[in-house]
């Protein structure tokens, strides 16, 4: 069957799609460049090319992500739950305080006072990828192994749905919060690169001050979601049996954790709680995918990418 750029049925759906989000952009504020910018690459993607197309549509479970951590702007977490910003700075300091001149310490804190240039450097190139590794990773099993790219596809959506879920019960000031404001609540403050800023200063760009000016969610440190990113991708990836890499994968997710906290982005609890997440959302994920319903929708799901 040749492939058809253009159907009445795709170009129908959409354009409903592509309404309907546009709708959704001015409920929750106005549309922004990044948005727009969305649209027309998943319009270019899912006409220019019938592997194009099927790429998209692959990834499309990452556009929801998006879309979803995007929509968070239209109801702040702060609305619905009282914001805890010193209970999980004295309980930090009472797990894993550090003595200093007989003075308790957070972890975060200890760091702040003993930086080093390396280590700026080495944190900040851990945690500018993040996002990209996890993608690529994805890349990689979406050319090799659809059906395995699926199952990462969606427990990655489904620990960023629990670990959203967990930010509205329990809204969490950063450690660098604390740093500006101190205990005192104030909303609608603007994110902050906290520690990654001195690799900014190094790099002489402002790749992580760009990048956090945009964060829809300052009080939302527990879990750390950073933290669970390579979990899964060390879990699929051994599920591959990529060998060697592993191990790659395993130094990833050793240097995100630690570069969470000596940024001054969280608490080792918050990285504790992002890695509990992961784990528990792969348990409750391993167990349901194999039942038949499950196998049915995700050969369904393939059989379109």
């Known amino acids: 069957m040749a492939f058809k750029r253009f159907t009445n049925k795709n170009v129908i759906t959409n354009t409903i799609l592509i309404t309907l989000y546009i709708l959704w952009t001015f409920i929750i504020g ?32 990452f556009i929801i992500y ?39 310490l957070t972890p975060n804190e200890y760091f702040t006072i003993h930086t080093n240039r390396w280590l700026d450097i080495l944190t900040g190139l851990f945690y500018i990828n993040w996002v990209p590794i996890p993608l690529a990773f994805g890349v990689y099993l979406f050319v090799k192994d659809k059906i395995l790219f699926t199952k990462f596809s969606l427990t ?20 660098w919060y604390i740093d500006l404001y101190g205990f005192d609540l104030r909303l609608g403050v603007p994110g902050n690169s906290a520690g990654l800023a001195r690799f900014d200063e190094i790099m002489r760009l402002p790749i992580f001050d760009s990048i956090y000016n945009k964060n829809a969610n300052v009080l939302a440190a527990m879990p750390s979601l950073h933290s669970t990113y390579p979990v899964i991708v060390l879990f ?23 570069s969470a906290v000596y940024s001054n982005h969280h608490y080792i609890i918050d990285v504790l709680m992002g890695i509990l997440v992961s784990f528990i959302v792969l348990l409750i994920f391993s167990y ?3 039942k038949r319903w499950a196998v049915h929708l995700i050969n369904k799901y393939v059989s379109y990418i």
Not at 74 to 103: R, T
Not at 156 to 175: D, H, K, R, T
Not at 236 to 258: R, S
Request: contains cysteine.
């Open 30 to 61: 106005t549309i922004r460049q990044d948005q727009l910018l969305l649209i027309m690459l998943y319009l270019t993607c899912f006409y220019a090319h019938e592997k194009s197309r099927k790429f998209i549509i692959g990834f499309s479970i």
């Open 66 to 104: 998006w879309i979803i951590y995007d929509s968070m702007r239209a109801l702040p977490n702060y609305e619905v739950s009282a914001v805890h910003i010193k209970e999980p700075y004295e309980f930090e300091k009472a797990m894993f305080g550090i003595s200093l001149n007989n003075i308790i």
């Open 236 to 258: 699929y990836a051994i599920k591959k049996k990529l060998g060697w890499i592993n191990i790659l994968f395993v130094i990833f997710m050793i240097g995100i954790w630690f």
């Open 288 to 290: 349901f995918v194999k």
């Open 156 to 175: 990655f959506l489904l620990v960023n749905i629990m670990g959203f879920i967990i930010y509205y019960i329990y809204p969490a000031a950063p450690p």
